[in-house]
């Protein structure tokens, strides 16, 4: 492990898994940098903090947003350490009502940035010989589930990025690793499952109801679970192209 602090990324960071991964790496004094599209949600993530901080107001889906994300860290701090990309997100409709709009908004943030992230930081890995790269995937990633074809087509393609990377940088000292948690409690699940209740016509509570039913362990996952996970690999130079289910039980 280097030297604390670390300087670290992460993308999609103001609320639910990206926040609570921010917040853990704050408490531990590395110096951390954040992004997401409201800025007043990203200050209040690092608000009182004597860390080193960057709140960078940045829509993943901009095919310049890792460009000059990067461009500004390295601007700031010379180097960038860890990158985590945890922005993401999945509309649910049946595959004949997945409009183009939905699919190319979904591997635009799923699949591309995620690319265009790594691509923008490799350089800067490479010169340092040293570089932590995690990818929040999801099960989705490794698995089909209904009504998620769009999402669960990007997570699957953003995990073969994370193993191609990861066979590809080892020799300069970099992993790449995936984090692919099941169902987590953070707002992207409570849009979810508001968004099944108005498809099926069913009460929200019934919705949530049959959702936990099919869960490991009969619940949602907590952010601290998923990112203590993630915040695991800075530590473990010898897990590359991993793609590291959290599940509940
Ligand atoms: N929740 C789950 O059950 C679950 C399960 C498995 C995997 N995951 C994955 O975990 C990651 C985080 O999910 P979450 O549940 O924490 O989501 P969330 O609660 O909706 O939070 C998403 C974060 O990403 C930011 N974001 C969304 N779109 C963005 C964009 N275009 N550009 C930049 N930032 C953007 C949001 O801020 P702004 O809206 O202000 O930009 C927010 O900070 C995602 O990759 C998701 O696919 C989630």
């Known amino acids: 492990m280097r030297t604390s602090p670390l300087r670290i990324l992460i993308t999609g960071a103001s609320r639910g898994i990206g926040r609570e991964i921010a917040i853990q790496l704050l408490d531990a004094g590395h110096s951390v940098a954040i992004t997401a599209r409201n800025l007043i949600d990203l200050k209040a993530v690092v608000a009182g903090r004597s860390n080193k901080t960057l709140t960078i107001v940045a829509d993943s889906t901009d095919p310049d947003s890792g460009e000059s994300t990067i461009k500004e860290i390295n601007a700031n701090w010379g180097g960038l350490d860890v990158l985590i990309i945890n922005a993401g997100d999945g509309a649910a409709a049946p595959i004949e009502k997945t409009t183009n ?66 066979a590809e940088l080892e020799k300069y000292g970099i992993t790449v690793n995936a984090v692919c948690p099941s169902y987590v409690d953070t707002p992207m699940t409570q849009r979810s499952l508001q968004a099944a209740a108005s498809r099926t016509g069913k009460d929200f509570d019934e919705v ?29 130079p010898e897990k590359n192209g991993l793609a590291q289910i959290v599940k509940g039980d």
Request: glycine content about 8%.
């Open 101 to 166: 709009e939905i699919w190319e908004n979904s591997i635009a943030l799923n699949l591309t940035a995620p690319f265009q992230y790594i691509r923008a930081t490799v350089p800067l890995m490479k010169a340092a010989k040293f570089g932590r790269i995690i990818v929040i995937a999801s099960t989705a990633g490794l698995e089909g589930e209904p009504n998620v074809c769009a999402y669960t087509a990007a997570k699957h393609g953003v995990i073969g990025l994370v193993r191609s990377a990861a």
């Open 208 to 236: 949530k109801s049959l959702l936990l039913a099919k869960l490991p362990g009969g619940r949602l996952l907590t952010p601290q679970e998923v990112a203590q996970v993630a915040i695991s690999f800075i530590d473990q």
